[in-house]
């Protein structure tokens, strides 16, 4: 999924005259539930969008980087938030008061275009999301998942700061499947593994897992 943001001239715009904010890695900017009143930007820093049940599992949603928007559905229509907010790392953000975001959208209707893009680039990923989980066997979802989250967030040298009770959370499976798969790909060279970091070794047999329909 490509990362839903805004071009930088409509980030600029509507936070324009905001001052940015630091947060620290593990910081909440909100939790799932919790009343919206803000919208936030990602100037930079990576953020965890995560989705809990009552029992309080865990399901990894999304990661925002720079220029993402984050709350925007809460700071839109006054519900609760549907998600919960962590800061991966350090992050510096601004932010606007669900108030200021209307002012400015009917100030400046371009934005009201791009929050629609940006609403429908999501729901796309979700839709994609759901059906994955509904039709794909967890082979297939894994090896989508590393393939993104490698071009997202891998470092110079191709490590995927994740650990796999996190790629367990992102696919809403057991750490047991995500350990057994991971650690038989690791056996074919397709992946290395290191605690805290996954890389992908051979991308062409994962791209090829990845292309694999369920039966």
Not at 3 to 15: E, T, V
Not at 76 to 96: F, H, N, Q
Not at 119 to 141: F, N, P
Not at 193 to 207: N, P, S, V
Request: hydrophobic share 40%; charged share 25%.
């Amino acid at each position: 999924m490509p990362i839903a943001r805004l071009k930088p001239d409509l980030f600029s715009l509507l936070f324009k005259g905001c001052k940015a904010e630091r947060y620290s890695a593990g910081q909440h900017l909100f939790m799932q539930e919790d009343s919206s009143d803000r919208v936030y930007g990602v100037i930079s820093g990576t953020i965890e969008i995560s989705l809990y049940s009552p029992g309080g599992r865990k399901l990894v949603a999304n990661i925002e980087l720079l220029q993402s928007l984050v709350g925007e559905i809460g700071a839109l229509d006054g519900g609760p938030r549907t998600a919960t907010a962590i800061c991966l790392t350090d992050c510096e953000l601004v932010s606007v008061s669900r108030a200021k975001l209307f002012e400015r959208i009917d100030e400046h209707p371009p934005l009201a275009r791009a929050l629609i893009e940006l609403l429908c680039a999501r729901l796309r990923w979700v839709s994609g999301e759901m059906g994955d989980h509904a039709l794909l066997k967890i082979e297939t979802r894994l090896a989508k998942r590393l393939i993104f989250l490698s071009g997202l967030i891998a470092d110079a040298e191709g490590w995927i700061p994740i650990s796999q009770a996190d790629v367990a959370e992102f696919l809403g499976a057991t750490r047991e499947s995500i350990n057994k798969t991971l650690n038989y790909w690791r056996s074919r060279s397709f992946i290395a593994i290191k605690r805290g970091g996954i890389r992908i070794t051979d991308k062409q047999a994962l791209h090829d897992i990845a292309d694999l329909e369920d039966d």
